[in-house]
């Protein structure tokens, strides 16, 4: 039986991108089993709204993802994870 992702918050840090305010939040991701599994999780963040980008690493099991504070919280990023 396969597990659904799990995040767990590791680092937020902020970070400006050309005038506006955005934050840079590294997430740990248990629970991915395969490329299908990054693909799914990297589309979900990609579709929530203030989410500007996302990179979902297998092996690392972490996803690295800027968002907008503003219009994303972490809460909604971890709905998009799982």
């Known amino acids: 039986m396969m597990t ?3 995040a767990m918050t590791i680092a937020p840090t902020p970070h400006p991108i050309s005038g ?6 590294l997430v740990g991701i248990r629970g991915m089993h395969c490329a299908s599994c990054v693909e799914k999780i990297e589309r979900s963040l990609k579709q929530t709204p ?11 099991e972490e996803a690295l993802i800027e ?6 919280k972490p809460a909604d990023l971890q709905r998009a994870i799982t």
Request: glycine residues 4%; positive net charge; proline residues 8%.
């Open 4 to 6: 659904r992702p799990q």
């Open 20 to 25: 506006s305010s955005s934050t840079t939040l």
């Open 50 to 60: 203030g989410v500007i980008q996302a990179s979902v690493n297998l092996a690392s």
């Open 67 to 72: 968002y907008a504070p503003t219009q994303a």
